[in-house]
């Protein structure tokens, strides 16, 4: 039996939501929410009514103990985040590893995330690919953008509008302005919008463009040398 699932919900467009992913929620003992009043708008929405109790960074440690001897006695619990998949850049891990680690079981069901389409819509490599979420803002950010120097592999950031001109010009130095990257804005909204170009065509269009909403910023790996001639014959 199942203690634990992870339900995805919508990054922006509520049809995104899976039957199967209602199904779950509508059967759960409790709905675990990151923010209540967020999630219970879209339960509302979809006409699910089910006990919701907080769930989010803050209280992790605390909460989590509690959840687990819970479910120890056999409640059923689904996790949801504000939006996309619990765990990915939001709260769940540390709940998932203990849940574990007390010999339950956990499911996360597949469903909406912002990086995968932001990663295909790119149109750069995505046979091989590394999720960085967000850079650090302040302490260690410099260190990890120097450890992603060799990286051949195309990354992925996720990254909020005021600071993405910032991101993109450290990247244009630290990488070379010519560096291909691809910035998604607004996945699944009606103002969804998908810029590709290198790291400098990218600073020039924002620089006349506003710049609102939330953002996936994709960067092409450090080109292969080897690979280049191949593909070249
Ligand atoms: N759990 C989420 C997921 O599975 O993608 C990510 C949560 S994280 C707190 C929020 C970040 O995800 C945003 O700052 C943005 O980088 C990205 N994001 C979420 N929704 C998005 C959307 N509709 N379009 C572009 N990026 C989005």
Partial sequence: ?????????????LKDITLRAIEVLKSADVILAEDTRTS??????LEISRPLQSYHIF???KAVQKLVDRMKKGEV???VSDAGTPAISDPGFLLVREVLAAGLEVQCLPGPTAFVPALVNSGLPNDRFVFEG??????????????LLEESRTMIFYESPHRLMKTLEQFAEAFGPDRQACVSRELTKLHEENVRGTLEELIDYYQNNTLKGEIV?????????????????
């Fill in 59 to 61: 209280n992790e440690h």
């Fill in 1 to 13: 039996p199942i203690s634990l699932f992870l339900v995805p919900t919508p990054i922006g467009n």
């Fill in 40 to 45: 219970g708008m879209l339960l509302k929405h």
């Fill in 217 to 233: 910023l994709i960067l092409a790996g450090r080109p292969e040398k080897i690979k280049e001639k191949k593909y070249q014959d």
């Fill in 134 to 147: 967000f850079l650090p803002h302040k302490k260690g950010r410099k260190t990890r953008i120097d450890s």
């Fill in 77 to 79: 619990f689904a996790l």
